[in-house]
Every structure is written in C-alpha cells, then in structure tokens.
C-alpha cells in the first residue's frame, strides 16, 4: 500500500460522549489514539484488546525498543481513565532480539519493563497468557529455534473485573459414556500418594473443561481472503474471541486502539458486544470498514472458532 501517511488525520469530536457514538457506529474511525483516548468518557469502556505495533517490527512503524515504554505509557494513561471499574485492558505483544545497542543479539527486555510500567501506573496485572503459533513460520535469528508465541497480558482496573469462564470453556475429552460413569463413580475421590484429589464426580459438572492460560490459535500470515491480506499485522480472529468473550460481558463495549485491518472489532460485534477502533492510517482504516460490513453480520462459524484449541 503506498502513500500510508498519517498526516493530517481527522481529529475526534469535542464532546466525549459524541467521540464515543461516532466509534462505535462507524466500526473503525480513521485517527490517532492519542486524540481519541483523551476525549473517550470517564469509565465507558468495558475492554480494550489490542496488539499495538511491536518495537522494531513493521515498515509502517518502527518503534526502538528502548523507546517503547515511554511511548506507549500515556495511551495507557488514557485507556485506564476511560475504562470502567469492572473493565480490563488486553494487550497481545511480542519479545524482539535488539538490533542494535548494548543489547545487540540479546532478546530486548521491552515487553517485561512495560508490563511493570503497567502495573507501577495501576493497572493490575491479572495473567499473562501465552499465544502458542501451531503452525509459526519457519526462520530464526541466531542460537534460537523459530519463534512460535507471542504474549497476551491481561490488566484490570479494579480488583473485581468482569471475567467469564464459562463462555470459553473447551469440549471435554471423555465421550459421554465415560462422564456418566464417574458421574456414578461410588469411589470417585481419588487421592494420589502426595494427598491432592479431586472428586471425578463432579468434574463434569461445569459444561466444559477449564481452559489453560496456553491459548494454540493459527497465524493467519496474510493469508485473509479479501481486504485484510492487505495488512502486513492481522492477529487471527480465534485470539480475539477467547478475550472478548471470557472478559466482556455482553453488550459491552469493547475497544481497539491501534485497529489495524479491524479483527477486534468484527470479533466483538460477531458476538453481540459494541465495538469500535482507531486507525492512524486511512489505508487499513478503510479496510477495516470494509471488512466490518462484509463480515460482520455473516452467521458462518468464523475462522477464528474453527482454528482455536484451547491447549488446557
Ligand atoms: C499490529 S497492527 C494491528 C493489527 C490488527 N490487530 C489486525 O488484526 O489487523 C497495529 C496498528 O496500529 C496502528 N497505529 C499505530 N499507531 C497508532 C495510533 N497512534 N493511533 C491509532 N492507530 C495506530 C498501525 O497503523 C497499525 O495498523
């Protein structure tokens, strides 16, 4: 895509509740989060998700690693003012080798001194789950096998965030023949050498396993039929939905910040929450929208429930 320019990007509304309105109708808005954050209302969002761009990465923006921290700290300061107490802040983000520097071959230490910044600013910091890549394209860079995780870090902003397990719970393995024998196990506490057990009875009580904080999810590698193989950054759709889905209720309010080709977004409204984003580039913000209206009222499975696995 030529001619990505961020220059003159139409500025939000002044009033805030209008900013709000004006995001979440048009889908994804063509701006730049540092006008948009500040003018969202006071605790009015339910769930920013986000995979902003990583230090060093793309050829639309490069970010030094020993820069990061202090470029990405005042958009957290905004999202935290505008999240609601309940809310939560998902922020899916990837280690580099430094390029350059002291550090030079070294994996950069950006992601960790970030999260630590998060939570210094008062974020509190729920869990880190692990993305595992099943299918991570081949190549390395020194001593190393192929990098096939990214992280996703998971922040609150009060102590009781809305979080539903039950909406991301994953088939059980036993077949059903199985599940009703334990359930009439008469002996169906079984402790091991070391005292833990758990009663087998009731395992099956819960209409689906507990997922593990390993979510496995394809990479997609632009290979998005349509307007979004055009975006050099598309996270899989399945990425998205686990954190909508188990950390906004619905129809609540879920925003992306740095939108890209609008994932988030279609993830949110395929499952019945609001959702809006914010795109510095005019280019993806436009394909973001297109995408929006293809895809979004679609009923087909989406590619993300068709890929995801829960590795528990
Ligand atoms: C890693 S991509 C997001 C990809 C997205 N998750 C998807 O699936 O398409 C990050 C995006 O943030 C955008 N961006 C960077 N700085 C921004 C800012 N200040 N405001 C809004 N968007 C920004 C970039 O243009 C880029 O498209």
């Given at each position: 895509?030529?001619?990505?320019?961020?220059?003159?990007?139409?500025?939000?509304?002044?009033?805030?509740?209008?900013?709000?309105?004006?995001?979440?109708?048009?889908?994804?808005?063509?701006?730049?989060?540092?006008?948009?954050?500040?003018?969202?209302?006071?605790?009015?969002?339910?769930?920013?998700?986000?995979?902003?761009?990583?230090?060093?990465?793309?050829?639309?923006?490069?970010?030094?690693?020993?820069?990061?921290?202090?470029?990405?700290?005042?958009?957290?300061?905004?999202?935290?003012?505008?999240?609601?107490?309940?809310?939560?802040?998902?922020?899916?983000?990837?280690?580099?080798?430094?390029?350059?520097?002291?550090?030079?071959?070294?994996?950069?230490?950006?992601?960790?001194?970030?999260?630590?910044?998060?939570?210094?600013?008062?974020?509190?910091?729920?869990?880190?789950?692990?993305?595992?890549?099943?299918?991570?394209?081949?190549?390395?860079?020194?001593?190393?096998?192929?990098?096939?995780?990214?992280?996703?870090?998971?922040?609150?902003?009060?102590?009781?965030?809305?979080?539903?397990?039950?909406?991301?719970?994953?088939?059980?393995?036993?077949?059903?023949?199985?599940?009703?024998?334990?359930?009439?196990?008469?002996?169906?506490?079984?402790?091991?050498?070391?005292?833990?057990?758990?009663?087998?009875?009731?395992?099956?009580?819960?209409?689906?396993?507990?997922?593990?904080?390993?979510?496995?999810?394809?990479?997609?590698?632009?290979?998005?039929?349509?307007?979004?193989?055009?975006?050099?950054?598309?996270?899989?759709?399945?990425?998205?939905?686990?954190?909508?889905?188990?950390?906004?209720?619905?129809?609540?309010?879920?925003?992306?910040?740095?939108?890209?080709?609008?994932?988030?977004?279609i993830s949110a409204l395929r499952h019945g929450r609001q959702a809006g984003g914010i795109e510095l580039h005019g280019e993806y913000a436009e394909i973001a929208r297109k995408r929006i209206s293809s895809q979004s009222s679609s009923s087909e499975p989406t590619l993300g429930e068709e890929l995801v696995r829960w590795?528990?």
């Amino acid at each position: 895509m030529g001619g990505k320019s961020a220059r003159s990007v139409p500025a939000p509304p002044e009033d805030r509740d209008e900013a709000l309105r004006k995001l979440l109708a048009e889908g994804v808005v063509w701006g730049d989060s540092a006008q948009w954050l500040p003018r969202l209302p006071e605790e009015s969002v339910d769930l920013f998700f986000t995979s902003p761009p990583y230090a060093d990465a793309r050829s639309y923006m490069k970010i030094s690693p020993d820069h990061y921290v202090e470029w990405f700290l005042p958009f957290a300061e905004d999202m935290f003012s505008a999240t609601k107490d309940t809310g939560s802040f998902v922020l899916n983000i990837k280690n580099r080798v430094a390029k350059s520097g002291q550090l030079r071959g070294q994996r950069h230490p950006y992601v960790y001194e970030l999260v630590l910044a998060l939570q210094r600013m008062g974020w509190r910091w729920v869990e880190a789950y692990i993305w595992s890549k099943p299918n991570a394209i081949c190549g390395r860079f020194g001593p190393r096998t192929k990098d096939s995780f990214e992280y996703v870090y998971h922040f609150s902003k009060g102590s009781k965030p809305y979080f539903n397990l039950d909406a991301v719970r994953v088939p059980y393995k036993a077949d059903s023949a199985e599940i009703m024998r334990r359930g009439r196990d008469v002996n169906g506490r079984r402790n091991t050498e070391a005292g833990f057990g758990r009663d087998r009875t009731k395992t099956y009580e819960h209409g689906g396993a507990d997922p593990g904080n390993v979510i496995s999810v394809g990479q997609t590698y632009n290979q998005h039929a349509g307007p979004a193989g055009q975006h050099t950054a598309v996270m899989p759709e399945g990425l998205a939905e686990f954190f909508v889905k188990a950390v906004c209720s619905p129809g609540g309010i879920v925003v992306d910040p740095f939108a890209g080709s609008g994932t988030t977004v279609i993830s949110a409204l395929r499952h019945g929450r609001q959702a809006g984003g914010i795109e510095l580039h005019g280019e993806y913000a436009e394909i973001a929208r297109k995408r929006i209206s293809s895809q979004s009222s679609s009923s087909e499975p989406t590619l993300g429930e068709e890929l995801v696995r829960w590795a528990g």
